[in-house]
């Protein structure tokens, strides 16, 4: 299974990935991660990636990149099913200013390479079902009603192709929007942590760790429950949007 994180925040805060070490065999961690993973954020308003398919290197392995500065951050672990391991099949995709991750597999990716137009079809760089379904959306994007653009794109992919989720997590720079709909979960929180906090992934041994982001209003969406708080579960065939000002809307597509 995949794994997906997303943060927004008013202002830049540094967020850090660490596979931890402790408790678990590293064959083992290489089982749960064993088809990449990736993470995107911005800079000067554009869009920034670090992206690596395994096999890495032991220590690139243990910590992931960088320390990140950015008031929005996707990270997404990926296991494969449509696309070799290469770094044009990783995720996050970007387009311009917008980012995009998905979590499942769509079965009848063809059909749904067939729903884009030549003009969409020749922005493709790799071969996953994933960047397909996003540049679907990027087809139907609707700027004043974006949530019309992404019910269409989702919509066209449910009249093709049977799934296993449809989960993602999309940004345009100001906005992050979050979907679910299929067997995986997808929860959300609200918060203003009064440490430092420290998530960890039971999944996939992943901790995320941030300095900066003590006091500051943000909103996280993941696979899991990564810490203590008032988490809520997204409901099936929901979308999420929180905008730049951390305000919360969910409604069913």
């Not at 961690?29 to 911005?42: A, N, P």
């Not at 063809?110 to 729903?115: D, M």
């Not at 959300?188 to 041994?205: G, R």
Request: aromatic share 12%.
């Amino acid at each position: 299974m995949s794994r997906l994180f997303g943060l927004i925040t008013k202002e830049k805060v540094d967020v850090s990935f660490l596979l931890l070490k402790e408790g678990i065999a590293r064959d083992e961690v290489f089982l749960k991660i064993r088809s990449g993973f990736g993470m995107g954020w911005y800079e000067d308003e554009a869009v920034k990636t670090i992206k690596l398919p395994l096999p890495v290197e032991e220590e690139e392995f243990w910590q992931i990149g960088e320390t990140i500065h950015s008031n929005i951050i996707i990270f997404h672990i990926r296991e494969r099913t449509v696309g070799e391991e290469r770094e044009y099949n990783t995720h996050p995709f970007f387009y311009e200013n917008f980012m995009f991750a998905h979590v499942g597999t769509i079965n009848n990716w063809k059909g749904l390479e067939e729903k884009l137009s030549d003009e969409w079809k020749g922005r493709l760089k790799g071969e996953t079902d994933s960047e397909r379904f996003f540049m679907l959306i990027l087809q139907f994007w609707n700027t004043e009603h974006p949530e019309k653009g992404i019910a269409k794109a989702v919509e066209e992919v449910k009249n093709v192709s049977s799934y296993s989720s449809l989960n993602f997590l999309l940004t345009d720079g100001k906005r992050l929007y979050a979907f679910r709909s299929g067997e995986i979960p997808l929860f959300y929180l609200k918060t203003v942590p009064e440490d430092d906090i420290c998530c960890t992934s039971v999944s996939s041994n992943l901790a995320i760790r941030s300095r900066g982001l003590r006091g500051k209003e943000a909103v996280i969406v993941a696979a899991e429950k990564l810490s203590h708080g008032e988490w809520h579960q997204l409901e099936e065939n929901h979308l999420l949007i929180a905008d730049e000002n951390l305000q919360v809307s969910v409604k069913i597509l």
